[in-house]
């Protein structure tokens, strides 16, 4: 087993990120009900929306989620295969798998937005460090009442709290030696104790959702501890995750251990692909954005599977 699909998490959507899959059969009923939950056509929306409505929460983890099951349903990769999924990707990711279809996805991934949204502070934000030891990271978010939202590879590490907190959380590191550090482009602390009333409601939607195994051929890593996700028994860890740090850094290295060479993030953007490649230079890692043609995306992964 050497294919390994990843799912991206929200933050690089842009305007033109259903372009390559302009006229695809599959993707059209995917992109109707992504239109469905956000009241207007995705087109349209993607082109007459201002900054702040795409990158608001409910509207990015919606189109994140339905950029990464259109690629996968127009690509329709052959098994066997891996797929894992980075932040609100992990909802695709079960997608993917066949754990729900396609519609149930990008309504649970709308009911997890709305209990995130619900539970979070109107100011709060996510930020990156690079560069700095974990305990030295710890140190500071501890210091600006922030916390550690995810684990990277190569000391990159983002984090969440009150938007000015975490820009002076940024600042702070900036300050000790980190190689980077900023706020991004993400209007809600994921991933961090913050959000820990958005579990409850989200874990009841998901224990109604009667997810089925993956497909024959499929195995799904859960991002919350890199295990091996069979219906039901992942319900927890997805749910608990909103409000927990996730550890990508591992995740990454089940998928190695587990025998991956060839890695395709399904988008919007490479951010993880070029992850991948930084800490396992092995790693053939490619992002579908990377393409300029579907044909393009499926002799590459036709190639490598020769």
Do not use: K
């Amino acid at each position: 087993m050497t294919l390994a699909l990843l799912c991206s998490g929200q933050g690089r959507q842009d305007r033109g990120m259903f372009d390559l899959f302009a006229g695809q059969p599959a993707a059209a009923p995917i992109l109707a009900e992504a239109g469905a939950l956000l009241g207007q056509e995705v087109g349209a929306l993607l082109r007459d929306a201002s900054e702040a409505e795409l990158y608001a929460n409910r509207t990015s983890q919606i189109l994140c989620v339905a950029r990464a099951l259109v690629a996968a349903a127009c690509l329709a990769p052959p098994r066997p295969y891996l797929v894992a999924g980075y932040s609100v990707g992990e909802m695709a990711a079960w997608g993917v798998a066949g754990v729900w279809t396609p519609e149930q996805t990008l309504r649970l991934t709308a009911a997890r937005a709305e209990a995130m949204d619900a539970a979070s502070g109107a100011e709060d934000g996510l930020g990156f460090v690079r560069g700095l030891a974990r305990e030295r990271v710890d140190a500071l978010v501890a210091r600006f009442e922030c916390a550690v939202a995810i684990i990277n590879p190569a000391l990159l590490f983002v984090i969440g709290g009150a938007r000015a907190q975490v820009a002076r959380c940024c600042a702070a590191a900036l300050d000790e030696g980190a190689v980077a550090a900023r706020p991004i482009a993400v209007n809600i602390a994921s991933h961090t104790p913050r959000l820990s009333g958005a579990v409850p409601p989200f874990r009841a939607a998901l224990d109604a959702s009667a997810p089925r195994r993956p497909y024959p051929g499929v195995t799904l890593i859960g991002a919350a501890d890199a295990s091996i996700v069979s219906g039901m028994r992942g319900v927890p860890g997805l749910a608990a995750q909103i409000a927990t740090t996730i550890d990508w850094a591992a995740t990454l290295e089940a998928l190695v251990e587990r025998g991956v060479r060839q890695v395709l993030e399904l988008g919007p953007g490479s951010a993880i692909a070029d992850m991948a490649r930084g800490a396992y230079p092995a790693l053939d890692a490619r992002s579908v954005d990377e393409f300029r043609t579907l044909d393009g995306v499926a002799a590459w992964i036709g190639r490598q599977a020769c």
